[in-house]
């Protein structure tokens, strides 16, 4: 699951993915209507790929807990972000036990999992297939 070009962008609904880059910021394409905005260097923007989810051993990628959503989802959509706070806390600690309740919010929760639903519902989910180096390709052993 690759989340190098998607953004959220404070301020706006939904993510956007980086079309361009341009002198004074970059266009972005919204996954929501597909409607592209120029957004200017002055706009808090975050990568879905810098984003990292409080743990009690330390932080996990976005892209980790994406795809242990995935994995418990059977690359399916997950439960709504709009059901009840006790019910996205006992989901989200299915999907990662040892996340540090203390210091990732019931808003955290949500957005994750509408931002889940979201790039789901477009397809950008998918597994990915296990890489095989050249070197480790099985060998034939010959019987003497």
């Known amino acids: 699951m690759n989340l190098e070009k998607v953004l959220s962008i404070s301020g706006k609904p939904g993510l956007y993915v980086l079309k ?3 002198r004074t910021g970059f266009v972005a394409e919204s996954l929501l209507d597909g409607k592209k905005i120029s ?6 923007v975050s ?3 810098e984003i990292s989810v409080y743990t009690y051993e330390g932080e996990k990628p976005l892209a980790e807990i994406m795809q242990l959503i995935a994995t418990k989802e059977n690359y399916g959509s997950a439960i709504s972000h709009k059901e009840d706070t006790a019910t ?3 989901y989200f600690r299915e999907v990662l036990a040892d996340y540090d309740e203390e210091r990732v919010y019931p808003s955290d929760i949500k957005k994750i999992l509408n931002w889940y639903n979201t790039l ?3 397809g950008l ?3 990915e297939a296990p890489e095989t ?3 480790e390709a099985p060998v034939a052993v010959e019987k003497v």
């Open 20 to 22: 361009v880059q341009t």
């Open 39 to 44: 957004v200017s260097l002055k706009s808090n």
């Open 47 to 49: 990568l879905l790929s």
């Open 88 to 90: 996205l806390a006992a």
């Open 120 to 122: 789901h519902d477009k």
């Open 125 to 127: 989910l998918v597994a």
């Open 133 to 135: 180096p050249a070197d």
